[in-house]
């Protein structure tokens, strides 16, 4: 796997925040190959070649670890991420009161 500085540069150069979902790293990837696509750019093809190889190398360094990386599944974990829905019900349950239901 790469060095935490060539992930960051990768992250980086495709454009990311600092934490990203898979189908947020293919649309940023998507975006940039559409842009640079040496058809798209044939006034600078040079150019236009260079970024389209960055930018797969900047992909595959994401991707590489992401299928590396370990997901938590304790509930603390999960439950930063579930939806207000859930949230609502765990905090406040099905209280009459308090339930949004």
């Given amino acids: ?4 500085e060539k992930i960051e540069e990768a992250r980086k150069f495709l454009g990311l925040f600092d934490s990203a979902s898979i ?3 293919e649309k940023k990837y998507k975006e940039l190959l559409n842009k640079w696509h040496p058809d798209k750019n044939l006034d600078n ?19 590489e670890y ?8 304790t509930k603390e974990d999960v439950m930063k991420y579930c939806s207000l829905d ?3 019900l765990n905090k406040f349950g099905a209280d009459p009161l308090w339930s949004n239901k």
Avoid at 1 to 4: N, P, Q, T, V
Avoid at 50 to 62: D, P
């Fill in 23 to 25: 189908p947020e790293v």
């Fill in 86 to 88: 859930e949230w609502w």
């Fill in 66 to 73: 992401f299928m590396n990386y370990k997901i938590p599944f």
């Fill in 1 to 4: 796997m790469a060095s935490f």
């Fill in 45 to 63: 093809q040079d150019k236009a070649n260079e970024m389209t190889i960055k930018i797969i190398e900047a992909h595959k360094i994401i991707m």
